[in-house]
């Protein structure tokens, strides 16, 4: 609560947590938010370019979707950002807070890195790929097992534990780029079997990323059914709730622990098969380039919806695009298309306030 002294009586302003809120008034409180963001970028826009910020925003649209190359970006970027986001809902529905999914992610791509150098061009494509998916899987299935093991045993900071694993897959990215570096002396990985495309996603139906988008949907299906009809996905929201409860109902908790960590650490490091294996064909410390933070913030305004995750995941990549395009268009610095994404995510997150709180304001009678 906080209030203000008036001579004439007091203002008192209380901060209500709401007990529920209808769906249209919260999708209403969310809808202001963006519009008011986008007014702000528009603001600093014109501060920075003089720039009709219409033509600004024309700009973001075309950055996003202007041609059948930037749209496929676009869709392939969504989704990538979908699928951790996916990766992390049974964490966080669990309340593990899994602040490693950039760690997964680089494992995943690390397994997938060394499929693709060591037998790409010795294995057939079809069980090349899928030897890429499941050794991602298990690779980013054991980063996230080894805080889920010391949090069931020992219970350690999860926060901060997996957050460290990142930096660590950061350091064990650099070391494999010096046996993987390419050409020699480049620090760098380069493109993978650029000429062969050994190991690489193939196109489906003429679209380079349209199975990345297969795998996508299907592991978001898989793990809605997951989360809402299976005895597991009871176990781990009730351990949610409350681990004392949880025993009590006979649920192992030390066992859902370490198995929904298994789940979420395996999605992650799927995302890093996809990212290497069906985008970006190379390796580096930057492969996660951040998503697995940003996904923290689509699963968390999502409340765990996957519908709602995927029009999230839409909209920011939609706008990092875009501010991509204006950024090269109008001759901005390279930050700036951080800056307008910076300032949407801050609105995004602030209007959740308003989602779970209402202000109450009355004036108390005047003070003798």
Known sequence: MSSSEKRNGRLVIHMVKRDTISRPKEWGIRLIAVA???????????????QNPIEVYSGII?????????????????VLLLLIAVGLVPAYRMRFWNIGAEGQILMGGAASAAVMIYLGDKMPAGASLILILVLSMIAGMIWGLIPAIFKARFNTNETLFTL?????????????????????????VGVINQATKAGWFPKVFGFQYFLNVLIVAVVTVLMTVYMRYTKQGYELAVVGESANTARYAGINVRKVIIRTMMISGAICGLAGAVIVSGASHTISTSTAGGRGFTAIIVAWMSKFNPVTMIIVSVFLVFMQQGSIQIATQFGLNENASDIITGILLFFLIGCEFFVNYSLEIYREGKEG
Request: hydrophobic letters at 45%.
């Open 36 to 50: 008011l963001s986008l007014v702000v970028c528009a603001i600093v826009i014109y501060l920075i370019t003089r």
């Open 62 to 78: 075309n950055g996003a979707i202007g041609t059948s190359r930037r749209t496929w970006v676009t869709v392939r970027e969504s």
């Open 164 to 188: 460290m694993m990142n930096y660590t897959a950061m350091q064990l990215i650099t070391y494999f780029i010096v046996y993987w570096e390419n050409p020699k002396g480049s620090n760098t």
